[in-house]
């Protein structure tokens, strides 16, 4: 509850938090999303709308539905492929059409969420979506930060040693997986929503998450270790079917890229304070950080580059993808 206010709090500061009323014979732009009010994924969403909605006088209205109103993540994306749908927010689910969107989140890619800011604005984003828009009827309009994941442990992680042989919860993707393999941790697939029995039942030791979520749920109640390991910064964008796209007229659709464009660039200045206000409040509530040592880092960063294999497999470009990184740094 806390994370919501706080990001709805963020949000309001940005003047979006009450978005303008306009006629119901405007344009139409619905876009769908998984993610409840005050993410940042429904942050993204409706400051997209408002400044879409002020720059052209309404003459679009922009409807967000987050929270999974219009179905799940692979229901709505396949809405706006058919242009049932003009518009979606989602992560990496679109690798399943393209796997280069994969390496969005590609395991410790960027020192610090003003590296990979620079990344995502630059030749990274664009090596990643060479051929997606003609593959997958959508362009990819931004990108934008959930938040680094970090681990959460019942005993505390000093070392890599320490991460070895843990029952650790992580997403049901492949790339996640592997991660946990190449640690030597047991990586049990579940959703997070399951997470906080599978603790109280030593299904799990722990898992990993950003901060946010780490706070939404109050896990530093039930385990109080967490560890700054940034190991994979989660990251989201604004998805647009190709021919409503195209079929804008050239000044509103510069109107859209712009709105994509600041809409980004707020939920990116957010983030940094979110996990400031996130560690002090899991600090305040009881729980340990551990900032790992370089040591550590190195060691996560080897398990990081042991993931990369799979890029290697299957993105024809993965090595330029990741050789741009270098960069920005």
């Known amino acids: 509850m806390k994370r919501r206010i706080l990001l709805l709090s963020t949000l309001a500061m940005l003047g979006a938090a009450t978005l303008p009323a306009y006629a119901a014979d405007k344009i139409v732009v619905k876009i769908a999303g998984m993610k409840p ?3 940042p994924e429904t942050v993204g969403m409706k400051l997209f709308a408002k400044y879409v909605m002020e720059a052209t006088n309404g003459k679009y209205d922009v409807q967000v539905y987050p929270n999974s109103q219009l179905g799940k993540e692979d229901a709505y994306i396949a809405q706006t492929r058919k242009g049932i ?32 800011h620079k990344a995502m604005n630059g030749e990274t984003f664009k090596l990643i979506n060479q051929g997606f828009a003609e593959k997958s009827g959508m362009t990819l309009m931004n990108a934008f930060p959930l938040g680094f994941r970090h681990f959460y ?18 997403p ?45 749920v109050k896990m530093y109640e039930k385990i109080k270790n967490i560890t700054l390991s940034g190991h994979i910064l989660v990251i989201h964008g604004l998805y647009i079917n190709n021919d409503f796209y195209a079929k804008l007229p050239p000044e509103d659709k510069k109107i859209f890229d712009d709105a994509a464009y600041r809409s980004a660039e707020d939920v990116w200045k957010m983030a940094a304070e979110v996990e400031k206000k996130a560690i002090k409040e899991i600090t305040d509530g009881g ?4 900032d790992p040592n370089p040591e550590f880092k190195a060691a996560l960063k080897k398990a990081g580059e042991g ?14 993808i990741l050789d741009s990184v270098n960069q920005y740094k």
């Open 172 to 216: 049901n993707i492949p790339l996640y997986l592997e991660f946990a393999k190449q640690l030597g941790q047991s990586g049990q697939p579940m959703p997070f929503a399951e997470v906080p029995a599978a603790i109280d039942q030593g299904t799990i030791e722990g898992g990993d998450s950003p901060l946010a979520d780490i706070v939404g």
């Open 153 to 170: 442990t019942k005993n505390p992680v000093n070392s890599i040693n320490d991460l070895k042989g843990l029952r650790m919860r992580v």
């Open 287 to 290: 729980g340990k950080i551990v």
């Open 85 to 116: 749908i003009q518009m979606c927010a989602t992560g990496t689910q679109t690798s399943a059409i393209w796997p280069a969107m994969a390496m969005l989140e590609t395991p410790m890619l960027y020192d610090s969420m003003e590296h990979a």
């Open 37 to 39: 009010d005050g993410e």
């Open 307 to 320: 993931t990369w294999e799979l890029f290697y497999k299957t993105v024809p470009n993965a090595k330029e």
